[in-house]
């Protein structure tokens, strides 16, 4: 920031040097209220992977080793940010984020080759809670971030079986539309997004964010998110609703679609176990076809010696109607923290599917709608925060 002073001459230099110190006097309140700042922090992130599958389709035996950075199967997925607070007065500030998934084994961008794919928002703090305008975060994926043992990362995140977005329906009524989970990817990061945060009340909060689809048809490829929470001591509660409408294509038509998806999740610290749960429900339609589908978390943390800490998770997804094609993950992790800074981990997965079911685990099978049988991941890496 420049501060520009007219001082209009005054008769003696010591006059001048007291005008000079009543300006300062005077104007440190300005500058105090506008102070800002700005952070570069980043993540490294990087692990040995072993993939195989009944149906992988990367070799022969449906086996592969990969060097992985992605943010789906490594602890944390690494990342280049940027973030700065201003404090304007009043109790009220303005901030931004900037930040970037980065994949350490190609040195490419992750998130579709976004610039900043992983945030890029803008917005306003005080007593009234914060409003946030851009690409950032939703309410459903931070619940189940917060549910989720493997911190929806791993080899075992939930994100495999809760979102699992594997394509387009490839036969029947719903041929063409998006087939996925309760949270669908787009439920991870909205677009052209606005969201606000109440401030927390008695351990209570909530949140709102609606994303613009920006499309010709006025809801097409709109999505709205609304959550509420609870944290008292080691408890926590939290409810999450969807609405999502997005579009599939069939040759050069665009099929309308819409999902509704509720969620309801929470955690206990017992101090040396801590217990995770989730329990939702998606109904997606499609010109009169519908799909459904329930799904199901249930995890198990705990510390191992000082600096260790050992997760495991089971995933479920049950498919009703027509498509009563189901899914099943077990998932299990260590963490051996280093320093504040630095942490090894290794990690475990197995899918199982059922019916005509294509889960796989992110990054490797499942994205061509075909039918896997099962599929397991196993790996081992190393994370450093900066």
Same mark, same amino acid.
């Given at each position: 920031? &420049?501060?520009?002073?007219? %001082?209009?001459? %005054?008769?003696?230099?010591?006059?001048?040097?007291k005008?000079?110190?009543?300006?300062?006097?005077?104007?440190?309140?300005?500058?105090?209220?506008?102070?800002? =700042?700005?952070t570069?922090?980043? %993540?490294?992130?990087?692990?040995? $992977?072993?993939?195989?599958?009944?149906?992988?389709?990367?070799?022969?035996?449906?086996? #592969?080793?990969?060097? +992985?950075?992605? @943010?789906?199967?490594?602890? *944390?997925?690494?990342?280049?940010?940027?973030?700065?607070?201003?404090?304007?007065?009043?109790?009220?500030?303005?901030?931004?984020?900037?930040?970037?998934?980065?994949?350490?084994?190609?040195?490419?961008?992750?998130?579709?080759?976004?610039?900043?794919?992983?945030?890029?928002?803008?917005?306003? =703090?005080?007593?009234?809670?914060?409003? &946030?305008?851009? !690409?950032?975060?939703?309410?459903?994926?931070?619940?189940? $971030?917060?549910?989720?043992?493997?911190?929806?990362?791993?080899?075992?995140?939930?994100? $495999?079986?809760?979102?699992?977005?594997?394509?387009?329906?490839?036969?029947?009524?719903?041929?063409?539309?998006?087939?996925?989970?309760?949270?669908?990817?787009?439920?991870?990061?909205? +677009?052209?997004s606005?969201?606000? +945060?109440?401030?927390?009340?008695?351990?209570?909060?909530?949140?709102?964010?609606y994303?613009?689809?920006?499309?010709? !048809?006025?809801?097409?490829?709109?999505?709205?998110?609304?959550?509420?929470?609870?944290?008292?001591?080691?408890?926590?509660?939290?409810? #999450?609703?969807?609405?999502?409408?997005s579009?599939?294509?069939?040759?050069?038509?665009?099929?309308?679609?819409?999902?509704?998806?509720?969620?309801l999740?929470?955690?206990?610290?017992?101090? *040396?176990?801590?217990?995770?749960?989730?329990?939702?429900?998606?109904?997606?339609?499609?010109?009169? =076809?519908? +799909?459904?589908?329930?799904?199901?978390?249930?995890?198990?943390?705990?510390?191992?010696?000082? /600096?260790?800490?050992?997760?495991?998770?089971?995933?479920?997804?049950?498919?009703?109607?027509?498509?009563? /094609?189901?899914?099943?993950?077990?998932?299990?992790?260590?963490?051996?923290?280093?320093?504040k !800074?630095?942490?090894?981990?290794?990690?475990? @997965?197995?899918?199982? /599917?059922?019916?005509?079911?294509?889960?796989?685990?992110?990054?490797?099978?499942?994205?061509?709608?075909? =039918?896997?049988?099962?599929s397991?991941?196993?790996?081992?890496?190393?994370? &450093?925060?900066?």
């Open positions: 920031m &420049h501060y520009i002073f007219a %001082i209009h001459r %005054i008769g003696s230099q010591k006059k001048m040097k005008t000079l110190l009543a300006l300062a006097v005077l104007g440190a309140p300005l500058l105090a209220a506008a102070q800002s =700042n700005v570069i922090y980043g %993540i490294a992130d990087v692990s040995v $992977n072993r993939f195989s599958g009944s149906n992988g389709g990367l070799e022969p035996n449906g086996a #592969v080793t990969r060097i +992985d950075s992605s @943010a789906g199967n490594n602890l *944390a997925g690494s990342r280049l940010g940027f973030k700065g607070r201003e404090e304007l007065g009043s109790g009220l500030s303005a901030d931004f984020k900037l930040e970037m998934g980065v994949l350490l084994d190609t040195g490419r961008s992750e998130q579709g080759g976004r610039l900043f794919g992983r945030t890029s928002r803008v917005g306003l =703090n005080g007593g009234f809670g914060s409003l &946030h305008l851009g !690409r950032q975060d939703t309410p459903a994926f931070e619940l189940l $971030n917060t549910v989720d043992p493997m911190g929806v990362g791993l080899a075992g995140s939930a994100g $495999n079986i809760q979102a699992g977005n594997k394509g387009l329906f490839p036969v029947g009524g719903l041929k063409g539309v998006p087939q996925q989970g309760w949270m669908g990817l787009d439920a991870f990061r909205a +677009d052209n606005i969201r606000y +945060d109440t401030p927390t009340m008695n351990g209570f909060s909530g949140s709102v964010l994303g613009v689809g920006e499309a010709a !048809r006025a809801s097409q490829g709109n999505i709205g998110i609304g959550s509420l929470s609870y944290r008292a001591g080691p408890f926590y509660i939290g409810y #999450v609703h969807i609405h999502d409408n579009a599939g294509v069939v040759s050069a038509d665009t099929i309308a679609f819409n999902q509704k998806s509720d969620a999740g929470l955690t206990y610290d017992l101090g *040396a176990l801590k217990l995770y749960a989730l329990a939702a429900t998606k109904k997606a339609n499609s010109a009169g =076809n519908v +799909d459904e589908a329930n799904y199901y978390l249930l995890g198990v943390s705990a510390p191992v010696g000082a /600096n260790g800490q050992m997760m495991a998770s089971w995933n479920r997804s049950a498919g009703k109607n027509s498509n009563a /094609n189901s899914a099943g993950q077990f998932g299990l992790g260590y963490l051996y923290s280093m320093s !800074r630095t942490t090894l981990y290794t990690s475990y @997965a197995k899918i199982k /599917n059922k019916g005509n079911a294509a889960f796989g685990i992110d990054g490797y099978d499942g994205h061509d709608g075909g =039918n896997f049988d099962y397991t991941l196993f790996n081992v890496g190393i994370t &450093h925060a900066f």
